[in-house]
């Protein structure tokens, strides 16, 4: 299937750290997208990266895309107690999303 | 952004009753909207696309007769559990993309309970 794989599961920091999550896909995109999901929610899109983009930013964020590994990751600078929810990646295949696993994060105060 | 919503945010039921959620994309229109189920600490499971106008599409292992799905306009679309049952249990969320864009955006979602 394409459903990517996400890692680490569960991330556990201290507030003001930075906080790395990585997803893994098995078949050719043309983007991928990264989403928040506080706890009993819906998703909120973070953002979206194109198979000829290499690196993206939005705030605090930094997404990178490798397509020859077929991975990208989500950085999170100097994380904040707001920024405690799930992250997922998702990628586009047959007209739908496929999500990841998703990675909890818990930012500690 | 674009903006969708569902109602009810939360639902308590009966074991054997059914259940309607709506969807609703509220500053834009959808052809299609999409239908997932997600259990605790676990991923979104896609269940149907549904199809404005036209039969939803059904995921493998989703009972279409349990799971009724209406898209009777550009702006909403709903689901409904017919016959519920404890293992129905669960949180669904629909989105829909705006047109011309990758993006989905998601609704709140509702929690839906079955005694």
């Known amino acids: 299937s394409q459903q990517g794989e996400e890692d680490p599961q569960a991330l556990s920091i201290q507030e003001g750290e930075n906080a790395t999550m990585n997803c893994s896909y098995k078949t050719s995109i043309n983007n991928l997208q990264w989403y928040r999901q506080n706890s009993g929610r819906g998703l909120v899109h973070l953002i979206l990266i194109r198979s000829n983009e290499r690196e993206k930013h939005s705030g605090r964020l930094r997404v990178t895309l490798d397509t020859s590994k077929k991975s990208s990751s989500l950085l999170i600078t100097a994380s904040r107690a707001a920024d405690t929810a799930s992250y997922f990646c998702a990628t586009p295949w047959a007209q739908k999303l496929v999500f990841g696993q998703g990675t909890r994060l818990t930012i500690n105060p | 952004g674009a903006v969708v919503s569902q109602h009810p945010s939360w639902v308590i039921c009966k074991s054997g009753t059914s259940v309607k959620i709506e969807c609703r994309s509220l500053?834009?229109?959808?052809?299609?909207m999409f239908w997932y189920r997600q259990f605790p600490k676990q991923s979104l499971m896609l269940m149907a696309t549904?199809?404005?106008?036209?039969?939803?599409?059904?995921e493998q292992g989703v009972e279409k007769d349990k799971f009724l799905i209406n898209h009777a306009s550009l702006t909403l679309s709903t689901l409904t559990v017919t016959s519920a049952h404890p293992e129905d249990s669960s949180f669904y969320i629909c989105?829909?993309?705006?047109?011309?864009?990758?993006?989905?955006?998601f609704g709140p979602g509702t929690r839906l309970t079955v005694l």
């Open positions: 500053d834009f229109q959808a052809t299609t």
């Open positions: 989105s829909a993309n705006p047109p011309g864009t990758d993006t989905q955006y």
């Open positions: 549904s199809n404005e106008g036209s039969k939803a599409t059904y």
